[in-house]
């Protein structure tokens, strides 16, 4: 178990050291540092003399460790386009974004989970088969076609709901800005939430019901049913409780592409958030904003899937026993 | 034999067991009527589009947002499927995106093909720490999803490009960029097969006779990994026109000046609020109809490919 840990750790270490290395090079190497710093009438002089002062003659080793080391404090330089420290236009904009991957991942699996049990239990049901055929439009269609697609209904025609931006918000005093505590604010998350959840939801759901059918079938849910239990005791405490790990596994990896797919979505509904920040940037190529994106988004990927690992390694016993039999 | 007549090579294709299953399968003749529809259409944009809409010559901003089959009040022209904001016919334009998305699309799987085949092929063959690094990186690709990949990769190309050949490079970094995003696939299925072939009986003959092992890779390995391949790249190819049409729609594919299906949907987007709902509908409704057909073809080739199925 520890071996393994360590492997895993040691694994993500390696991942994070190239991405830095990658958003290092980014750095560095794109166009010229000193040309994005100083005026025209700058003389040679003058820029060799910045040049040799901000260290940037200094070996390659010790140029990308010194970047590792402002990484690690958080500091990311400047952006070329906002003229703001990066980690600072990041911090500004990560709740919206977080806001809106918590709504839509916990709608994602809530409704998800209930619908695949319900599809399970009732399987040539109208609404089953109304939900399946919905579930597969919502696979196909491209998450901005489905943004746009609402936004039509329900802020066009409709006029029930608005189609940009967060609405009124407040900021906490952490300097958490939120939109939760005001009604503009909850009406405008709904739409993004969809959007962004859809395509978990449907992958949920897909799983839930294919892993219900399956546990349905076993002997222990004849035997559950033989010995009189009752249908909820049976569906719920028996045959969900047993479909859970790898939908916990599943949701948890897709918490990390709810993250990177909230760059469509935010930039569909012109949400102020990371994905917006960093769709911006690439369109500008302002490169210190990208490469900060790049290890923080790496970051996120690293630990969700460092979690997800681990945790599934210790819900499901037989993981154990069939790694500790392929080494003998 | 009764038959011998008809033993030409169309008799043959039109005999065989794929051929077979694609006549029993109606989804798989109406998916591939609409995408053989599209490309076609595509190709030979040229001469089935009513105007060119890269020409600027041909272009009437008076005939701006025309809605469909109504004749506009200035200049008595009317279009098909209507006019954009530019004055554009949006047949044409749909025509030319999609010959665009097309482009990509293709391009960008037999680029991630070559790609997930030879590191495939290196990584079954060879084993070892090849083998080892290879696939550690494919783990590590596929923990996160292609799109950010692509976008990651279009946004670094981005930035180390000049920026005078950033518009007319764009579409060979959005290739390049799609592709990376999806060789793992490719690449984690030939590998899996390579290791099943290469203990088989006609490779070891084939090495005991010492034919060179780039011979025994490309001729004797590659055409029996090649039907999960072209699985994969069916499907693929579904993803990749979705990917390109995402990026574009971002405003990070192709340039204004060449507009994919991806493009004109940002544009219809900005005339949604105003009613001018066609500019938006029918690009929309191609992509879907084109990404619909290829997934769907995808699938009917995956089961007519398994033989446990049959």
């Given amino acids: 178990m520890l071996a393994f840990i360590i492997r895993r750790i040691v694994q993500s270490a390696i991942v994070m050291l190239v991405v830095a290395l990658v958003s290092f090079a980014l750095f560095r190497f794109v166009g010229d540092p000193i040309g994005n710093m100083v005026g025209q009438e700058t003389s040679l002089e003058d820029r060799e003399a910045l040049r040799t002062t901000l260290g940037l003659n200094d070996p390659f080793v010790a140029q990308f460790g ?12 400047i952006s070329y386009r906002l003229q703001q420290p990066v980690m600072e236009l990041i911090l500004q904009r990560l709740p919206a974004t ?87 604010g909850r009406l405008s998350l709904i739409l993004p939430a969809i959007t962004l ?28 049913r033989a010995r009189g239990l009752s249908n909820r005791a049976v569906n719920f405490g028996h045959a969900l409780k047993n479909t859970l790990v790898p939908v916990i596994t599943i949701t948890g990896l897709q918490l990390g592409a709810i993250i990177a797919f ?21 369109r500008a190529v302002d490169v210190p904003v990208m490469a900060a994106y790049l290890v923080l988004i790496a970051l996120i990927f690293v630990i969700i899937n460092l979690i997800v690992d681990l945790l599934y390694y210790a819900v499901d016993p037989r993981l154990r026993v069939e790694r500790s039999a392929a080494r003998h | 034999m009764s038959i011998s007549k008809n033993t030409g090579r169309f008799y043959r294709i039109w005999d065989s067991d794929i051929a077979y299953s694609f006549r029993k399968s109606p989804l798989a003749i109406v998916s591939g009527i609409v995408a053989l529809v599209i490309v076609l259409a595509a190709v030979f944009a040229p001469w089935i589009a009513p105007t060119n809409p890269y020409d600027p010559s041909s272009l009437n901003l008076m005939d701006g947002f025309t809605p469909p089959m109504q004749e506009n009040a200035f200049s008595g022209n009317t279009f098909l499927l209507g006019a954009d904001n530019q004055g554009r016919d949006v047949l044409s334009t749909i025509l030319y995106g999609a010959r665009i998305s097309l482009f990509v699309g293709f391009s960008a799987v037999l680029f991630a093909m070559i790609l997930g085949i030879s590191a495939g092929l290196l990584a079954g063959y060879r084993g ?63 590998r899996g097969a390579t290791m099943v072939e290469k203990g088989k009986e006609y490779v070891q003959a084939a090495r005991v006779i010492g034919v060179h092992p780039l011979r025994i890779l490309l001729r004797h390995i590659l055409p029996n990994v090649m039907g999960p391949v072209l699985v994969i790249g069916t499907i693929g190819l579904a993803l990749a026109i979705i990917a390109e049409a995402t990026l ?29 709902w066609w500019i938006l509908l029918f690009p929309a409704i191609t992509l879907l109809a084109l990404a619909l057909a290829v997934n769907l073809l995808g699938d009917w080739l995956r089961d007519a490919l398994n033989p446990r199925l049959r």
């Fill in chain 1, 197 to 224: 959840g859809l395509f978990q939801m449907t992958l949920i759901m897909r799983l839930v019901r294919a892993e219900m059918l399956e546990v349905l079938r076993t002997d222990y849910i004849k035997f559950a």
């Fill in chain 1, 66 to 77: 010194r970047f590792i080391g402002n990484a690690l404090q958080g500091d990311f330089g």
């Fill in chain 2, 248 to 276: 574009s729609f971002l405003g990070v594919g192709v340039p204004p000046t060449q507009p994919s299906l991806g493009t004109l949907i940002r544009i219809g987007q900005q005339y949604l609020f105003s009613g001018e």
């Fill in chain 2, 128 to 190: 070892g720490w090849v083998d080892a690094l290879l696939m550690r990186i494919a783990d590590v690709q596929l923990s996160f999803p292609s799109i950010l990949i692509a976008l990651l990769i279009f946004g670094v190309a981005r930035g180390f490009i000049p920026p005078s050949q950033r518009e007319t490079m764009a579409i060979w970094v959005l290739i390049v960029a799609i592709g990376l995003s999806d060789w793992v696939q490719f690449a984690r299925v030939v």
């Fill in chain 1, 98 to 184: 977080l806001e809106l991957a918590f709504v839509s991942g916990l709608a994602a699996f809530v409704l998800g989970v209930s619908a695949g049990v319900y599809t399970a239990l009732h399987r040539r049901g109208l609404l089953s088969t109304s939900i399946m055929a919905v579930s597969l439009i919502g696979v196909s269609l491209p998450t901005f076609l489905i943004g746009i697609l609402l936004i039509w209904l329900f802020a066009v025609e409709l006029q029930w709901l608005p189609s940009f931006g967060r609405g009124e918000t407040v900021v906490l005093p952490g300097g958490w800005e939120t939109g939760f505590l005001t009604s503009s």
């Fill in chain 1, 262 to 282: 909230a760059i469509i979505t935010e930039t569909v509904f012109q949400w102020p958030g990371v994905g917006a920040l960093f769709i911006n940037s690439v």
